[in-house]
């Protein structure tokens, strides 16, 4: 199991940007990819971004090119750099860490969520 520690949050004007952090502690050996996930009010969670150990990343369609993941391996933490937010970015943030089995993504922790509220 992974411990999962978030940062960061809050509110933000149309616009403008803020930055999350994780910093994950325990079972590190396990993680083969950590990422971001939100939940909005009255919706399901979404994958927001993901990087895996080898780098590689994927964002959802409509936060590219307005936020960027990043890890520190030596540190064992996430970041999610977000810029030019939108009222539609407002949810609960979540770190996630996952590890690969049989193909299938498993997770082996969650954050406590962090809220981001996009609003004039």
């Known amino acids: 199991q992974v411990d999962l520690v978030e940062s960061g949050g809050g509110l933000a004007l149309p616009g403008g940007s803020l930055r999350l952090s994780c910093a994950a502690s325990g079972s590190i050996s396990s993680i083969n990819a950590m990422a971001w996930y939100r939940q909005a009010p009255g919706k399901q969670r979404e994958l927001v971004a993901r990087?895996?150990?080898?780098?590689?990343?994927d964002y959802l369609h409509s936060v590219r090119g307005r936020f960027t993941i990043s890890r520190d391996n030596a540190e064992n933490t996430v970041t999610l750099q977000m810029n030019s937010l939108k009222p539609e970015d407002t949810a609960v943030y979540f770190c996630?860490?996952?590890?690969?089995?049989?193909?299938?993504?498993?997770?082996?922790?969650w954050g406590q969520g962090t809220q981001v509220t996009v609003s004039s």
């Open positions: 990087m895996k150990n080898d780098g590689t990343t």
């Open positions: 996630n860490a996952a590890k690969y089995v049989a193909g299938f993504e498993v997770a082996v922790g």
